[in-house]
């Protein structure tokens, strides 16, 4: 099982990026994906979510209007549309993927719940 992240950087306040994740090992069409964020000396924070399907998606409230998250089940591939990104943006971005659970709600958002891990992207913005 692979997940990797692409296309963080350093971008101003204001700025967009698009993150990329590329999953490999496991059946990316069957598993709700999620992106998370650490800054440090912070926990890892839930950020995004999507549902295997692709039609419901959810934002922590500091993103909303801002993020977009996205799904491409034909080329494996989650993406994170991030615009008019502040400073407090800044932190490392994971994806992470969540086998469906039977009797289980799609939406998490703990870190606990997801079982497959990227190794991060770093996400920079500069006041």
């Known amino acids: 099982v692979q997940l990797v992240e692409s296309g963080g950087g350093l971008v101003q306040t204001g700025g967009s990026l698009r993150l990329s994740c590329v999953a490999s090992?496991?059946?990316?069409?069957?598993?709700?994906m999620g992106w998370f964020r650490q800054a440090p000396g912070n926990e890892r924070e839930f950020v995004g979510i999507?549902?295997?399907?692709?039609?419901?998606?959810g934002y922590t409230d500091s993103v909303k209007g801002r993020f977009t998250i996205s799904r491409d089940n034909a080329k494996n591939t989650l993406y994170l549309q991030m615009n008019s990104l502040k400073p407090e943006d800044t932190a490392v971005y994971y994806c992470?993927?969540?086998?469906?659970?039977?009797?289980?709600?799609?939406?998490?958002?703990?870190?606990?719940?997801?079982?497959?891990w990227g190794q991060g992207t770093q996400v920079t913005v500069s006041s």
């Open positions: 992470a993927a969540r086998k469906s659970r039977f009797g289980t709600s799609w939406y998490a958002v703990a870190v606990k719940d997801y079982d497959y």
């Open positions: 090992g496991f059946t990316f069409s069957s598993y709700t």
């Open positions: 999507i549902d295997w399907t692709g039609t419901n998606r």
